[in-house]
T-cell receptor
Framework: DTAVSQTPKYLVTQMGNDKSIKCEQNLGHDTMYWYKQDSKKFLKIMFSYNNKELIINETVPNRFSPKSPDKAHLNLHINSLELGDSAVYFC??????????????????FGAGTRLSVL | QKEVEQDPGPLSVPEGAIVSLNCTYSNSAFQYFMWYRQYSRKGPELLMYTYSSGNKEDGRFTAQVDKSSKYISLFIRDSQPSDSATYLCAMSGFQKLVFGTGTRLLVSP
């Protein structure tokens, strides 16, 4: 059983299209995240949800809209795709979101990634 | 200046070598420190995390934190070809992790 699973694994699409990436975790965690990893392997947080509530919203174009129907799912919808959106998008989850507390509950578990190519 | 600096490599070593991977950071508010390993076309997986300055050992891996110098290290003893991966340091700061760019390690048999 995969702990954090995201679909699709690969996504190739044209500029201007709208696409969604889905993420599900079966760990019973309260917090989920979306990260973007660019071609230089730099991994940057985009959004974080705790129990379906948005808690982190980094400087991300508003073409990107996360949606959390329940605490086990966090989907990412992208409108009007641009060439610069090509990257690997990772979903992650952790038991809690308090990163100032040094416990194992903060450990983030990552999915395998969705490789998005915008042509 | 980036909050976390990490040499991207690649770092090539022969099997059995001791590997030293490092990160420096600028934000003294970072509370604790992690090392993730990422194999090609996979998600990052946590290797170790540490809170205070000092060393923490787990098998062939040792994580070291020097908060006064804002410097963290990961040592891998008796490196194996299966250790070939990208190693990302990460630091916690107010509800989010800040990652280094990762160092690509290649261990040749």
């Amino acid at each position: 059983d995969t702990a954090v699973s995201q679909t699709p694994k690969y996504l190739v699409t044209q500029m201007g299209n709208d696409k969604s990436i889905k993420c599900e975790q079966n760990l019973g965690h309260d917090t989920m995240y979306w990260y973007k990893q660019d071609s230089k392997k730099f991994l940057k947080i985009m959004f974080s949800y705790n129990n379906k509530e948005l808690i982190i919203n980094e400087t991300v174009p508003n073409r990107f809209s996360p949606k959390s129907p329940d605490k086990a799912h966090l989907n990412l919808h992208i409108n009007s795709l641009e060439l610069g959106d090509s990257a690997v998008y990772f979903c992650a989850s952790s038991q809690v979101s308090d990163l100032l507390s040094p416990t194992a509950k903060n450990i983030q578990y990552f999915g395998a990634g969705t490789r998005l190519s915008v042509l | 200046q980036k909050e976390v600096e990490q040499d991207p490599g690649p770092l090539s070593v022969p099997e059995g070598a001791i590997v030293s991977l490092n990160c420096t950071y600028s934000n003294s508010a970072f509370q604790y420190f992690m090392w993730y390993r990422q194999y090609s076309r996979k998600g990052p997986e946590l290797l170790m995390y540490t809170y205070s300055s000092g060393n923490k050992e787990d098998g062939r891996f040792t994580a070291q934190v020097d908060k006064s110098s804002k410097y963290i290290s990961l040592f891998i003893r008796d490196s194996q070809p299966s250790d070939s991966a990208t190693y990302l340091c990460a630091m916690s700061g107010f509800q989010k992790l800040v990652f280094g760019t990762g160092t690509r390690l290649l261990v040749s048999p």
